[in-house]
């Protein structure tokens, strides 16, 4: 749905036409919402490929690509088309492993942990080639503003009642109308459930157990 398309479709429940500026603000604050606290596999990217930008850089800058969550390990691409997990480390734990990461003449190699902080992907050790390539697989965070001009609002190619339901919420608890902001919420609630669900069921890949004789 249209910026425009989805403000009516709210309004034909909200019912006040006065008030677009705050439609369109809750709207985008509730499509954030969705994404920065939930994995679900509508919102998920995959093989997006970094690189180091240099010999001796050891830090990539992840607000290049529009992550919302990293979704399972980073991994280290090879040629042929297969990849290396890397392993994911606290930053703390990075440091106590690579105390001399900036240092001109600090041990190279080929880079088998990792680190997410303050915004970059760190790598270790320092990767001895800039041509080494890392897979990384994420949730999409929203980068625009929702306005009547959005070509897609994103969610409500399948789920549009459920985003209806966040910003209906957030709009009576903007007014004052907590009690009305609380049923909305909570018919929201029920709808987010019930995709956690069906994400779980369609991603689990349950696997038998073979048992032997002892």
Not at 40 to 53: G, H, P, R
């Amino acid at each position: 749905m249209t910026g425009e398309e989805f403000r009516d479709y709210v309004v034909r429940t909200f019912k006040r036409t006065d008030k677009d500026t705050e439609i369109y603000e809750a709207i985008t604050d509730m499509v954030m919402d969705l994404k920065l606290n939930y994995f679900f596999e509508a919102f998920k990217d995959t093989d997006e490929t970094l690189q180091v930008a240099a010999l001796g850089d050891y830090k990539i800058d992840l607000s290049t690509v529009n992550i919302g969550h990293i979704v399972g390990r980073v991994r280290l691409l090879n040629d042929d088309g297969g990849s290396k997990p890397l392993t994911k480390r606290s930053k703390e734990t990075y440091d106590d492993l690579y105390p001399h990461q900036e240092e001109t003449n600090v041990d190279t190699g080929v880079p088998s942990d990792y680190t997410i902080f303050g915004g970059y992907l760190w790598l270790g050790a320092v990767p001895d080639s800039a041509d080494y390539k890392y897979g990384i697989s994420f949730s999409t965070e929203a980068a625009t503003t929702i306005a009547s001009g959005t070509a897609s609002v994103p969610f409500t190619d399948k789920y549009r009642w459920i985003l209806r339901n966040m910003v209906l919420a957030e709009l009576y608890y903007m007014m004052g109308n907590d009690e009305e902001g609380n049923k909305w919420q909570n018919k929201a609630q029920g709808g987010i459930e019930k995709i956690i669900a069906n994400d779980e069921f369609n991603i689990d890949a349950p696997e038998a157990v073979n048992y032997q004789e002892v």
